[in-house]
């Protein structure tokens, strides 16, 4: 299976930005589907995770600004951004965890917030 992510870019303080990431299977089987975030020299960083039946997890720093959503259909999932800020300028990263894949990783999507 394959992941790609896209859909970042540079953008002021306050605005929004969508990121999905298009799996190539079916997602239906899926467990837990996330996006992480790293900062160039630092670790990479949980930002929002979504469990098969619709349950999520924020990182305190995103919570009430980020939403992420999975859509089983299209085989997506998605990362709505909102009010961003500097601190949030990173390589944003798409995870899977599905029993018989194990973790699979999307190539990274570079957002860039400027104050």
């Known amino acids: 299976v394959q992941l790609q992510a896209c859909g970042g870019g540079l953008v002021q303080a306050g605005g929004s930005l969508r990121l999905p990431c298009a799996a190539s299977r079916s997602m239906y089987t899926v467990n837990d589907m996330a996006w992480y975030r790293q900062v160039s020299g630092g670790q990479r960083e949980l930002v929002a995770r979504v469990t098969r039946d619709g349950g999520t997890d924020y990182a305190d720093s995103v919570k009430g600004r980020f939403t992420i959503s999975r859509d089983n259909s299209k085989n997506i999932v998605y990362l709505q951004m909102n009010s961003l800020e500097p601190e949030d300028t990173a390589v944003y990263y798409c995870?899977?965890?599905?029993?018989?894949?194990?973790?699979?990783w999307g190539q990274g999507t570079e957002v860039t917030v400027s104050s």
């Open positions: 995870y899977v965890h599905q029993d018989t894949w194990g973790i699979v």
